[in-house]
T-cell receptor
Framework: GENVEQHPSTLSVQEGDSAVIKCTYS??????FPWYKQELGKRPQLIID?????GEKKDQRIAVTLNKTAKHFSLHITETQPEDSAVYFC????????????????FGQGTILTVHP | DSGVTQTPKHLITATGQRVTLRCSPR?????VYWYQQSLDQGLQFLIH???????AKGNILERFSAQQFPDLHSELNLSSLELGDSALYFC????????????FGSGTRLTVV
């Protein structure tokens, strides 16, 4: 089955700095890679996702890159703010071409991001 | 509001007891997934149902079972509860037309005392 490794487990940055979280996956059939942000005691919330037919996707201060050959993908947060402090999870799964059917998500172990004012 | 509804939000029960957690997926979503998140742990996949049928099982204990009903809501049954079963239990649903992906409910916090 799929295995997702996530690094680092903790990341501490100063406000305004950039943060990068990296994940590797094992199953070459995986084609959908979402990132979730989870605040303490709250539900994981999707912040960005990428499909295997693109190499990069950006949404304001966050971006995700995917290297299918190396089977790794990364989350980049620029101009970090204290409200970015949370646990971030990467995940991988297979979906059909229309995006209407997904297999189970396999999650990385999570990264605790702390942004110091 | 994510559109995925989980009840109850909190549950405190004694060891050896049985509880039922309920999940209503987003309108139109056919898949329901259950995840367990223990303290300091990641999200562990338990089980996936699609339109009433079991699709995949993860590391789900034999004391746990689930089902998805014709109206697509799902229930996770936990029996012979142990202290170690204390955790946040999330369900998620997917995917609306247009591929909105996975969306999680707010979770049920189970405390076994």
């Amino acid at each position: 089955g799929e295995n997702v490794e996530q690094h680092p487990s903790t990341l501490s940055v100063q406000e305004g700095d950039s943060a990068v979280i990296k994940c590797t996956y094992s199953d070459s059939a995986s084609n959908y890679f979402p990132w979730y942000k989870q605040e303490l005691g709250k539900r994981p919330q999707l912040i960005i996702d990428i499909r295997s037919n693109v190499g990069e996707k950006k949404d304001q201060r966050i971006a995700v890159t995917l290297n299918k050959t190396a089977k790794h993908f990364s989350l980049h947060i620029t101009e970090t703010q204290p409200e970015d402090s949370a646990v971030y999870f990467c995940a991988a799964t297979q979906s059909n071409a229309g995006g209407t059917s997904y297999g189970k998500l396999t999650f990385g172990q999570g990264t605790i991001l702390t942004v110091h004012p | 509001d994510s559109g995925v509804t989980q009840t109850p939000k909190h549950l405190i029960t004694a060891t050896g007891q049985r509880v039922t957690l309920r999940c209503s997926p987003r309108s139109g979503d056919l898949s329901v997934y259950w995840y367990q998140q223990s303290l300091d742990q990641g999200l562990q996949f338990l089980i996936h149902y699609y339109n009433g049928e079991e699709r995949a099982k993860g590391n789900i204990l034999e004391r746990f079972s689930a089902q998805q009903f014709p109206d697509l809501h799902s229930e996770l049954n936990l029996s012979s509860l142990e202290l170690g079963d204390s955790a946040l239990y999330f369900c998620a649903s997917s995917a609306r037309q247009g591929g909105y992906g996975y969306t999680f409910g707010s979770g049920t916090r189970l405390t076994v005392v």
